[in-house]
């Protein structure tokens, strides 16, 4: 069974940091594709970012590129998120996915997700 358990979310102030861990079992993690997918009240899923199998190439969405790191560790079958500058517009619930997603932005298979709030 896929599994899919994010950790690190919490309550911090505008220009603050966190960092996001997403522990994958159940699956190959070293030969997928994942992301980073956000999600705000009301708001469909947004692709935050995403990094190839063995970490050498990384994307990012304009809305937080040059603040947030995506990285992985094979060996440990999980995937982060380092979040800086963060703004209060960053709030959302934080889900990490296995790749590919379908055509409506949704996955087959992702996290039940982790709550990062910024305020002040």
């Known amino acids: 069974e896929v599994q899919l358990v994010e950790s690190g979310g919490d309550m911090v102030q505008p220009g603050g940091s966190l960092r996001l861990s997403c522990a994958a079992s159940?699956?190959?993690?070293?030969?997928?594709?994942m992301s980073w997918v956000r999600q705000a009240p009301g708001k469909g899923p947004e692709w935050v970012a995403q990094?190839?199998?063995?970490?050498?190439?990384?994307y990012y969405s304009d809305s937080v590129k040059g603040r947030f790191t995506i990285s992985r560790d094979n060996a440990k079958n999980t995937l982060y998120l380092q979040m800086t500058s963060l703004k209060s517009e960053d709030t959302a619930l934080y889900r990490c996915?296995?790749?590919?997603?379908?055509?409506?932005?949704?996955?087959?298979?992702w996290g039940q997700g982790t709550q990062v709030t910024v305020s002040s």
């Open positions: 996915a296995r790749d590919p997603p379908y055509s409506d932005g949704t996955y087959a298979y």
């Open positions: 159940g699956f190959a993690f070293s030969s997928y594709d």
């Open positions: 990094i190839v199998t063995d970490g050498g190439s990384t």
